[in-house]
C-alpha cells in the first residue's frame, strides 16, 4: 500500500515499539501498552513488541495472530527498573539491544510506532537504523533525536537561538578543578542523555554537590551542573510546529522526580496554566523556537521552569514524550478537546508526511 493511502486515519499495520534497556524502561512500556490500546480502538492492526526482548515465535504475517499484546506489559514502580534482570531474560546475545525477530516484525508494519524513552530509542539510534532499514516510524528523525536527547548541545543550540536556559556546565569524571569552579547554589546536578529525571538531584551546597555528582556518574560519564530555578515548573507540546495549551506541574512534595512523574496522586497538573496571556504566549512561542532550534518534526514537548519575576527557561526537549496515565502530553492535548486514540492518530498522520 503506497505511503499516501495509508495517511488520514485508514486502517494499517502498525508495530508499537517499547521497552528496551534504559532507566526508562518501564516508562515505556506503559506508554507502548496504552498506545497499542488506543491503536486497536481507532481499528489497526497494530502489535505490541518489547524492541529488546523481541519476539520468539514464527514471526511470519505476525499481524494474523489474534491476542492481546498488552497482557503482559506492567506498571510503573516507584523506583528504577532492574536492567541486569531484563537481561537476564534474554536466551542469546544479551549485551545487543535489539532483540529476536524485531527488524524482520517491524519491516512488516506500514509504520512502526515508536513508544521508546531514553538511551537506544530516543537518541536517534534507532531512528538511524530503521532510515537505513527503510522502515518508517513516527516522531522525528535521527539528527534532532541526537541533538535534543544530549542536553550538552541542546544548550548549546539554546544560547545560539536567544532561548532562556538556566546557567550551567558540562563536566567528565575526574574534572575536579571544573567543579571546583561552580558557586551557584542551590543547582541541580544531572546526567547529560538522561530522561524521566533519572539521574537527577538537587544540592544545596559543595558537600550536597559532591554526593549528587557521584550519584549521576553511576549512569553517565557525563553529567550537567546547572543553576536551579526556583518557582514553578511548566511543560508545552508542540505538534508539526504548533504549540499546545501549557501545562504546570507542582508536585505535592519535593521537586518532579521519577516518582513524583509517574506515581498517580503525586503532582498537582493544572491546564491550561494559569498564568497571563501574555506570559503564555511567550513561553509558547519560546516552545515553538525551541522545536525549530534542534530541528523536530513531527511532536516534542518541552520543560520549563518560571522564576518569581515571570522569566521562563528551558530545561530541556523530549522527542518522544511519555504517554502513560499521569503524562503530560495526552492531558495538553485534552485541553483541545483531543482524545488520546485521536492524539495517537494525529503522531502517525503527521510521521507519515516525512515519507511523502
Given at each position: 500500500?503506497?505511503?499516501?493511502?495509508?495517511?488520514?486515519?485508514?486502517?494499517?499495520?502498525?508495530?508499537?515499539?517499547?521497552?528496551?534497556?534504559?532507566?526508562?524502561?518501564?516508562?515505556?512500556?506503559?506508554t507502548g501498552s496504552m498506545i497499542y490500546q488506543a491503536l486497536r480502538k481507532k481499528g489497526h492492526e497494530a502489535v505490541l513488541l518489547d524492541v529488546y526482548l523481541g519476539y520468539e515465535g514464527d514471526p511470519d504475517d505476525i499481524f494474523a495472530i489474534d491476542r492481546d499484546w498488552s497482557e503482559n506489559f506492567g506498571r510503573i514502580s516507584e523506583i528504577d527498573?532492574?536492567?541486569?534482570?531484563?537481561?537476564?531474560?534474554?536466551?542469546?546475545?544479551?549485551?545487543?539491544?535489539?532483540?529476536?525477530?524485531?527488524?524482520?516484525?517491524?519491516?512488516?508494519?506500514?509504520?512502526?510506532?515508536?513508544?521508546?524513552?531514553?538511551?537506544?530509542?530516543?537518541?536517534?539510534?534507532?531512528?538511524?537504523?530503521?532510515?537505513?532499514?527503510?522502515?518508517?516510524?513516527?516522531?522525528?528523525?535521527?539528527?534532532?533525536?541526537?541533538?535534543?536527547?544530549?542536553?550538552?548541545?541542546?544548550?548549546?543550540?539554546?544560547?545560539?537561538?536567544?532561548?532562556?536556559?538556566?546557567?550551567?556546565?558540562?563536566?567528565?569524571?575526574?574534572?575536579?578543578?571544573?567543579?571546583?569552579?561552580?558557586?551557584?547554589?542551590?543547582?541541580?546536578?544531572?546526567?547529560?542523555?538522561?530522561?524521566?529525571?533519572?539521574?537527577?538531584?538537587?544540592?544545596?551546597?559543595?558537600?550536597?554537590?559532591?554526593?549528587?555528582?557521584?550519584?549521576?556518574?553511576?549512569?553517565?560519564?557525563?553529567?550537567?551542573?546547572?543553576?536551579?530555578?526556583?518557582?514553578?515548573?511548566?511543560?508545552?507540546?508542540?505538534?508539526?510546529?504548533?504549540?499546545?495549551?501549557?501545562?504546570?506541574?507542582?508536585?505535592?512534595?519535593?521537586?518532579?522526580?521519577?516518582?513524583?512523574?509517574?506515581?498517580?496522586?503525586?503532582?498537582?497538573?493544572?491546564?491550561?496554566?494559569?498564568?497571563?496571556?501574555?506570559?503564555?504566549?511567550?513561553?509558547?512561542?519560546?516552545?515553538?523556537?525551541?522545536?525549530?532550534?534542534?530541528?523536530?518534526?513531527?511532536?516534542?514537548?518541552?520543560?520549563?521552569?518560571?522564576?518569581?519575576?515571570?522569566?521562563?527557561?528551558?530545561?530541556?526537549?523530549?522527542?518522544?514524550?511519555?504517554?502513560?496515565?499521569?503524562?503530560?502530553?495526552?492531558?495538553?492535548?485534552?485541553?483541545?478537546?483531543?482524545?488520546?486514540?485521536?492524539?495517537?492518530?494525529?503522531?502517525?498522520?503527521?510521521?507519515?508526511?516525512?515519507?511523502?
Amino acid at each position: 500500500m503506497a505511503a499516501a493511502e495509508m495517511s488520514g486515519g485508514k486502517k494499517m499495520k502498525i508495530i508499537v515499539l517499547a521497552g528496551g534497556i534504559s532507566t526508562e524502561r518501564d516508562v515505556s512500556l506503559v506508554t507502548g501498552s496504552m498506545i497499542y490500546q488506543a491503536l486497536r480502538k481507532k481499528g489497526h492492526e497494530a502489535v505490541l513488541l518489547d524492541v529488546y526482548l523481541g519476539y520468539e515465535g514464527d514471526p511470519d504475517d505476525i499481524f494474523a495472530i489474534d491476542r492481546d499484546w498488552s497482557e503482559n506489559f506492567g506498571r510503573i514502580s516507584e523506583i528504577d527498573p532492574d536492567i541486569s534482570a531484563v537481561k537476564a531474560l534474554r536466551k542469546e546475545n544479551p549485551e545487543c539491544v535489539i532483540g529476536p525477530n524485531v527488524i524482520g516484525i517491524c519491516s512488516q508494519a506500514d509504520i512502526v510506532f515508536l513508544a521508546l524513552h531514553g538511551q537506544n530509542g530516543e537518541d536517534g539510534k534507532i531512528q538511524a537504523m530503521f532510515d537505513l532499514l527503510n522502515i518508517r516510524y513516527t516522531g522525528t528523525d535521527y539528527l534532532s533525536s541526537a541533538l535534543a536527547m544530549d542536553k550538552a548541545v541542546s544548550k548549546e543550540l539554546f544560547h545560539k537561538y536567544g532561548i532562556p536556559t538556566p546557567k550551567g556546565i558540562t563536566i567528565c569524571r575526574n574534572e575536579r578543578q571544573l567543579i571546583d569552579t561552580w558557586n551557584i547554589f542551590p543547582c541541580i546536578a544531572k546526567v547529560n542523555c538522561g530522561g524521566s529525571s533519572v539521574g537527577v538531584y538537587r544540592a544545596d551546597d559543595r558537600q550536597q554537590l559532591d554526593a549528587a555528582l557521584e550519584k549521576a556518574f553511576a549512569f553517565e560519564d557525563r553529567v550537567i551542573i546547572e543553576q536551579y530555578i526556583d518557582g514553578r515548573e511548566f511543560s508545552i507540546g508542540v505538534i508539526d510546529g504548533k504549540a499546545l495549551p501549557v501545562i504546570e506541574i507542582a508536585p505535592k512534595a519535593g521537586f518532579y522526580d521519577y516518582k513524583n512523574k509517574y506515581q498517580a496522586g503525586s503532582t498537582v497538573e493544572t491546564c491550561p496554566a494559569e498564568l497571563d496571556a501574555n506570559v503564555t504566549r511567550a513561553i509558547q512561542s519560546c516552545a515553538e523556537t525551541v522545536y525549530r532550534a534542534l530541528r523536530l518534526k513531527t511532536y516534542a514537548r518541552m520543560d520549563f521552569r518560571m522564576d518569581n519575576a515571570n522569566q521562563f527557561y528551558c530545561l530541556e526537549a523530549n522527542t518522544l514524550p511519555g504517554m502513560t496515565p499521569t503524562s503530560l502530553l495526552p492531558q495538553e492535548a485534552a485541553a483541545v478537546g483531543m482524545s488520546f486514540e485521536d492524539l495517537c492518530q494525529r503522531i502517525i498522520d503527521s510521521s507519515m508526511k516525512k515519507y511523502k
